[in-house]
């Protein structure tokens, strides 16, 4: 089973590393395993979609964003996109005008798009303190969910093989 590992946020937001930092932590761990291809994307997600395009059986995510819990506190979710059919040709083009697609969301909308989606997706996702706050330095309590994201991804990755 072939499976990509993408870490999105911007580096220079703060708590918004998270994604990026998780992946790179998981890049170097030794229970990294010749089906697991990690991508540190940033906040280039058209990356992504092309990494996507080689054809991979799952993607997961890590990204640092608000669900209103305790900073730190990890999730694992399937990420709902939007029904693009649904939108009139106006809203399609203001939709994917952004050649970045910078917001996971986008990215991900337009994988399945092109067909290249593959069938399981998760998020793990991290409160951040502050994620639009700029500067390098993560919360203490973000920064310690970094090891506890890359073991829940290890788990993850391998319940499904």
């Known amino acids: 089973m072939a499976m990509l590992v993408a870490g999105v946020g ?14 790179a932590r998981m890049k170097a761990d030794p229970r990294m395993t010749a089906d697991i291809v990690v991508q540190e ?7 992504m979609v092309q990494e996507l395009m080689r054809g991979y059986d799952a993607l997961l995510l890590f990204d640092a964003f608000d669900r209103d819990g305790d900073i730190g506190q990890l ?21 994917f005008a952004d050649v970045h697609y910078a917001t ?6 337009m994988a399945r798009a092109v067909g290249a989606l593959p069938p399981l997706v ?11 706050a700029f500067g390098t330095e993560l919360h203490t309590e973000v920064e310690a969910a970094i090891p506890r ?10 319940s499904l093989r």
């Open 41 to 47: 994307v940033g906040i280039g997600g058209i990356h």
């Open 10 to 23: 911007n580096e220079l937001k703060c708590d918004d590393a998270f994604g990026v930092l998780a992946a």
């Open 122 to 132: 998760r998020i793990i996702g991290c409160q951040p303190s502050d994620a639009d």
């Open 75 to 95: 999730w694992l979710l399937e990420p709902e996109l939007p029904d693009v059919d649904s939108f009139t040709e106006k809203e399609k083009r203001d939709f």
């Open 149 to 158: 994201a890359v073991d829940m991804a290890f788990d993850l990755l391998t």
């Open 104 to 109: 996971p969301v986008r990215a991900m909308t």
